[in-house]
C-alpha cells in the first residue's frame, strides 16, 4: 500500500471528447481516470512497452443480426415450427424432402 508521502498530482493536457470518452468507457470497466492512468503506467514499467488493451467487446454485424433475427422470432412464434423433444426435430428434418 502506498502512503501519502509517495503519492505525486500528474497533469495532462488532453482533448476534451476525448476525457469525456475516456471516462464513460473507464466507469463501463469500473474504474476511474486515475486508477486507469495508473494501470496503464505501471503496465508500461513492467514491460517496458506499451503492451495491453483494456476494452469492451463490440457485436459483430453478424451477431446484431442473429439477435435481431431472433427477437422477431420470438415475437411472430406462430410462424415457425416448434419441437417439444429432440427426436420431433430430427423426424421432421428426415422427412424435410
Given at each position: 500500500m502506498k502512503n501519502a508521502s509517495n503519492i505525486?498530482?500528474?497533469?495532462?493536457?488532453?482533448?476534451?471528447?476525448?476525457?469525456?470518452e475516456s471516462?464513460?468507457?473507464?466507469?463501463?470497466?469500473?474504474?476511474n481516470m486515475s486508477t486507469a492512468i495508473n494501470m496503464f503506467l505501471t503496465k508500461c514499467v513492467n514491460t517496458s512497452s506499451i503492451?495491453?488493451?483494456v476494452s469492451i467487446p463490440k457485436s459483430s454485424k453478424s451477431l446484431k443480426k442473429a439477435l435481431k433475427e431472433s427477437d422477431y422470432i420470438a415475437?411472430?412464434?406462430e410462424k415457425y415450427k416448434?419441437?417439444?423433444?429432440?427426436d420431433e426435430l430430427f423426424e421432421a428434418l428426415d422427412n424435410e424432402d
Open positions: 505525486t498530482n500528474l497533469n495532462i493536457r488532453i482533448d476534451s471528447t476525448l476525457k469525456q471516462d464513460v468507457l473507464f466507469k463501463s470497466l469500473g474504474l503492451p495491453f488493451e415475437k411472430h412464434p416448434g419441437y417439444h423433444t429432440i
